[in-house]
C-alpha cells in the first residue's frame, strides 16, 4: 500500500514537471494557439458542412476550412494592415518633418500659455519636456512594431498549421481528454459546453463589436476630414476591447482637437456620430450577437479579460474568460452533483 501511493506521488511530481516544461516550451505560441483553437471552436460548424459535402474526408475539408478562412479573413486583413502600416509610416516621417515640428511648438506654445493662466505658479509644468518624452515612445515603439514584422509572418504561418490540425483532428483531442479525466461522461461534456460557450461570446461579444466599432469609427473619422482614419480607427477598435475606455480613447482627443482649432461643425458632426452610430453598435448588436452566452456576470468577465491580460498578456484576452468559465463549470459540477452525492453518504 505504502509503495503504490509512493509510485502514485512519484508519478504526479514528475507530470507536474513536465506539464511546467510543457507550458514554458509553449508559452511563446499561447496566443497562436489561443486564435487558432478559438477560430476552429466557431467555425466548426461550417467544417461539418463541408465534411459531409466531402464524404468524411478530413484532410480535404480540412484544407478547403483553412483556404476559405485565408481568403475571408486574411487577405483582407492583410491589406488593412499594409494600409495601417503605410498611414503609421505617415505619421511617423510627419513628426519628425519641420512642418510638424513648428506646428507643435506652436500647440505647445498655447497649452503652456493657458496652464500658466490657470495653474498656480508653485506647480512645476514644463508641457515641451513632456511632448517630447511622448514622441519619442511613440517613435520607438513605430519602429519596434516594424521590426517585428518578420515574426508576426512566422506566427501566422504556425497558427494556420495548428488550424488545419484542430479542425481536422479535433474531436480526437477531445475524446482523448474525456478519456484522461475521471469525471462522469456528462460532467465532461458540461466543462466542455462552458469552454464553447466562453469562447463564442469572446469573440461575438467582444472581438466582432471592437472590430465593428472601429470601422465605424474610422468611417466618422474620414467624413468628417481626419488624417490617418484607418489607423486611428484600428486604436479605436483595440480600445473598444477595454472595458470602460471603448473607442473615445480616439474620439475625444480629436473631438477637443476639433473644438479648440474652431472645427465646431466637424466636432459636433463626429460627436453625434459616436454617440449614434458606434453606440447603437454596442447598445442592439451585442445582445444579438452574444445571447446568453457565457452565464457568467459582466463583473467576472470584466476581471477575467483585464488579469488574463495582465498575467498572460494579449492571449490572456481569449485564455483569462476560457479560465474563468472553467472554474464556474467545476462549480457548477460541485452544486450538482458532488455535494449532493456527499449529502447522502455523510452519516
Not at 50 to 56: A, D, I, Q, R, Y
Amino acid at each position: 500500500m505504502q509503495e503504490t501511493q509512493l509510485r502514485t506521488a512519484f508519478f504526479l511530481l514528475l507530470l507536474s514537471g513536465v506539464l511546467v516544461l510543457v507550458f514554458f516550451i509553449l508559452q511563446p505560441y499561447l496566443i497562436t494557439l489561443s486564435i487558432a483553437a478559438t477560430a476552429a471552436v466557431i467555425l466548426y460548424p461550417i467544417y461539418n458542412v463541408l465534411l459531409s459535402k466531402l464524404k468524411e474526408r478530413k484532410t480535404i475539408a480540412a484544407f478547403c476550412m483553412v483556404a476559405l478562412t485565408i481568403l475571408l479573413l486574411l487577405v483582407p486583413l492583410t491589406f488593412f494592415g499594409i494600409q495601417i502600416a503605410t498611414e503609421a509610416t505617415d505619421v511617423y516621417r510627419a513628426l519628425q518633418g519641420e512642418d510638424s515640428a513648428s506646428f507643435l511648438k506652436d500647440v505647445i506654445g498655447m497649452v503652456e500659455g493657458l496652464a500658466q493662466q490657470y495653474i498656480p505658479a508653485t506647480v512645476s509644468f514644463d508641457l515641451n519636456r513632456y511632448a517630447g518624452q511622448a514622441l519619442n515612445w511613440i517613435a520607438s515603439n513605430l519602429q519596434s512594431f516594424f521590426a517585428g514584422t518578420l515574426r508576426a509572418v512566422l506566427l501566422i504561418f504556425l497558427g494556420i498549421v495548428a488550424y488545419f490540425y484542430m479542425l481536422r483532428d479535433g474531436k480526437s483531442f477531445t475524446k482523448a481528454l474525456t478519456e484522461l479525466s475521471p469525471l462522469a461522461e456528462d460532467e465532461d461534456r458540461k466543462i466542455l459546453d462552458r469552454l464553447r460557450q466562453a469562447m463564442n461570446s469572446v469573440i461575438r461579444g467582444s472581438l466582432i463589436i471592437a472590430i465593428l466599432q472601429g470601422i465605424v469609427t474610422g468611417i466618422g473619422l474620414a467624413i468628417f476630414g481626419i488624417p490617418s482614419a484607418v489607423l486611428l480607427g484600428s486604436i479605436a477598435g483595440v480600445g473598444a476591447l477595454i472595458p470602460s475606455v471603448g473607442t473615445s480613447i480616439i474620439l475625444a482627443p480629436v473631438i477637443i482637437y476639433l473644438f479648440v482649432t474652431g472645427e465646431y461643425f466637424s466636432a459636433v458632426g463626429l460627436l453625434l456620430w459616436g454617440a449614434f452610430a458606434v453606440g447603437l453598435i454596442d447598445n442592439f448588436l451585442h445582445p444579438l450577437l452574444v445571447g446568453r452566452g457565457m452565464k457568467m456576470h459582466p463583473m467576472f468577465v470584466f476581471f477575467a479579460v483585464i488579469g488574463g491580460i495582465a498575467f498572460f498578456g494579449i492571449s490572456g484576452f481569449i485564455l483569462g474568460p476560457l479560465i474563468m468559465s472553467l472554474l464556474f463549470g467545476l462549480l457548477e459540477i460541485f452544486r450538482n452533483t458532488i455535494k449532493p452525492n456527499a449529502t447522502l453518504t455523510a452519516p
